[in-house]
């Protein structure tokens, strides 16, 4: 009886830490990200994972959580009386069954919508606001959401009512001065990354201005040959245990041909080249199963 009051007694004692360390999670990589952790290699599903439901979906952003993704990267799109909702298009034809612009449609209308699959086929599944999406990935995950700066004033009221602005990153294009005017008040709360792409006049001006200026906590870089791989290595050396540096493998040109599909046939010389060669902290994907299966072959993932 005492050996089993023991093993019960061990049993709840992990079950609480397990419990309250998933409820930590997103605080967990948020300082891993803050701190310029590079011992794992952060992973982030693209659409919250299209290719198992529909993008942008609830469904999708669970799938990612259940297979250990680290963020989940999401769209906005404001309704005709300024509710948020999580959708990628202005349009809603090709991810939805409604038809034209969402900004003509009310919150109440877009929830009648069924959400098409990766092959347009109707499935089950609903359009979200970005209060219920948020509510799902409270403490779970952090969250991404893409060109959300267009919404910073309404967007913050809803992160703050689900108390999850802290597990958000935010991003863009602006220059450093810009982005500590117009959103300066925000920046204790998300964290915000610039995005260079290296294919756009006045790239390395911009990288100039951040890492001197803002200092931010990580910078995507994004770029379609080997020929700007050569300033990123110099880059890596100078933000190695400042800052991390997100890539793309969503497609070729995001990464000089270091993509996910590249990854299918030889994962060295695609995650593993932008992981040792240019010191990749962060991955987004739209194969988040292949890429943390890779990580986790190298010890570079739990």
Known sequence: MKLKYLFAV?????????????ANRAAILRNKILNGDKSEVLVVAHRGDWRFAPE???AAIEHSIATGVDIVELDLQMSKDSVLFVIHDSKLERTTTGKGRISDWT??????????????????????????VMNVAKGRVLVNLDKADRYFDQLMPVLEK??????VIMKGGKPAATVDSLYGGYLD???YMPVIHFDKPGARELVEGFVNEFKPAAYELV???DT????????RKRLDGNALIWYNTLWDTQCA???????????????GYLIDTLGAGIIQTDRAELLLNYLRSRSLHK
């Open 189 to 191: 709360k998300v964290i």
């Open 56 to 58: 942008n979906s609830i």
């Open 223 to 225: 770029f379609s040959n």
């Open 10 to 22: 061990i049993s709840l004692f992990v079950s609480f830490f397990a419990t309250a360390e998933d």
């Open 257 to 271: 041909g270091h993509d996910d599909d590249h990854a299918l046939d030889n994962p060295d010389e695609a995650y």
């Open 162 to 167: 689900t108390g999850t602005a802290s597990q």
């Open 228 to 235: 700007d791989a050569e300033y990123v290595k110099q880059l």
């Open 107 to 132: 919150a109440d209308s877009l929830k009648t919508l069924k959400l098409k699959n990766g092959a347009g086929i109707r499935t089950k599944h609903s359009l979200s606001t970005l209060e219920e």
